[in-house]
């Protein structure tokens, strides 16, 4: 049974949460802020985290970057903000999804299922590639750069592989929300080039190697 820890310091929220997840077939922990959920990561394994981001004594964004140091299990951030900042700032801590309230709690477990789809199936396949100076390890999950190993958010993993895997391929954003994220975003586009930007950076010299199709998508190629 799928292990959940929800941490929220507003009771009504777990609550609900809780009895949605817990008729899907999960097992629920609640935590009641940051410091609650870390002693409980500490002690426990889950499958996934649902959290919120304003919270006493430690927010969650905080909460998070301390927990990826512990374990790395997917985490869902919760918030009455949508802002754009909040949910790049987020991505780049590591975090899987980002859930603006007020939400759907159908939606939310339909996307808890997809973290922890995601997080048991490994998109890596046994094998390497290569070129130049750079080195993608599906199965160890690392890239390295002249045999420096980059440092990647779950999320550009994820991004990378499947383009990589998809090698000159014309990838749709809509494909890509589909194959990487798991679900629609609504349209937003931007989720995409956001995470493309990051994993462009992060690339440094062999960021050219993920070509921009105007007003369809991206696709890798080792053309430069």
Known sequence: MPRILIVDDEDKIREVVREYAEFSGFSVVEAIDGMDAIDKVKAQDFDVIV????????????????????????VIMLSARGEEYDKLFGFELGIDD????????????????VA???????MASADVF?????EINFTAREVLIDGNKVSLTPKEYDLLFYLVKNINI??????LLEEVW?????????????????????????RNLIVTLRGMGYKFEKVR
């Open 182 to 206: 798991g679900y629609d975003f609504y349209g937003d586009d931007r989720t995409v080039d956001t995470h493309i930007k990051m994993l462009r950076n992060s690339l440094g010299e062999y």
């Open 51 to 74: 959290m919120d981001i304003m919270m006493p004594r430690l927010d969650g964004f905080s909460a998070c970057k301390e927990i990826k140091k512990i374990k790395n299990v997917p």
């Open 170 to 175: 014309a990838l749709s954003r809509e494909k």
């Open 116 to 122: 922890i789809k995601r997080g048991s199936s490994s």
């Open 98 to 113: 980002y859930v603006v309230k007020p939400f759907s709690p159908k939606e939310l477990i339909a996307r808890i299922r």
């Open 130 to 134: 290569a070129y130049e100076g750079l």
